[in-house]
């Protein structure tokens, strides 16, 4: 009786895991049955690199660039602002802060990982956006960097926990061994656990990079929508996901128009896919110095 329960719970994890990669498989297959048909009007180059996205217009343009542009400017910009305070957090947290500290911070930073990104998009369009117009003077609130403040401090949990957990990987003999020679706190933060730490540090930053370059709802809310390689960090744009989301609705199934936003899904997959490969391979190498396991 106990193996048929032991054989029916192996079926039935093996099922799971395998569903999980039915799915993904799933997606990328409709992924590129969706998208390779806009490439016999375009050419995958002109796609890419062309500066005007008009796909309603008459001929319809679809050149991409400004979009991949503006994801790259609010990423950029988001990781200016989540790469200081996750990984300052989570050295705080892991390395200086009492247990008071911890018992209020960590708390407030898992907060901050699970509130709705339509919460934080309502409060950049509606508090944020005009705070800065009128601040800085500009003619409309909202920009790209409006949209990287909020993709900042939307992905600083992500930033923050991820470190956190690279940190506690840092075996406590670095710590002893760096005291015993003289170093003192501060030297052994920055000369020995930050390196130890290194390659899991990155791996935070890497996925929380792919946590602002995904975003969706926030985007869409707060970048402006204006389909132009920007000039500054003040001009409004429509990243990658903003574009989907916003013409998708409106888009006839089966139109060229259809199919470039299910080109754009694809490359936006592939960037995406890429960095979380990178954050893997980064993670196993970090492991492995470690002498820990895979």
Partial sequence: ???????????????????????????????????????????????????????????????????????????????????????????YLHELAGDKQRAVLKPVIEILASVPSIIYGFFGMVVMAPFLQEALDLPIGLTAFTTSVILGVMATPTVASIAEDALSYVPRSFREASFAVGADRWQTLTKVIIPAAGSGISTAVILGMSRAIGETMTVLMVAGGSAIIPESMFDPVRPMTAAIAAEM?????????????????????LITFVFNVAAELISRRYRLKLGLSR
């Fill in 1 to 91: 009786m106990n193996r048929r329960k032991e054989k029916l719970i192996k079926w039935l994890f093996t099922v799971t895991a395998f569903a999980s990669l039915a799915f993904l498989v799933g997606i990328v297959l409709v992924l590129f049955k969706e998208a390779l048909p806009i490439f016999k009007t375009v050419s995958p180059k002109a796609f890419l690199l062309g500066q005007s996205w008009y796909p309603t217009a008459e001929p319809p343009e679809f050149g991409i660039l400004p979009l991949i542009a503006a994801s790259l400017w609010v990423t950029a910009g988001a990781l200016v602002i989540c790469v200081p305070l996750g990984v300052g957090s989570a050295l």
């Fill in 249 to 269: 609705g409106e888009a006839p199934v089966g139109s060229d128009h259809y199919h470039a936003l299910f080109a754009i899904a694809l490359i936006l997959f």
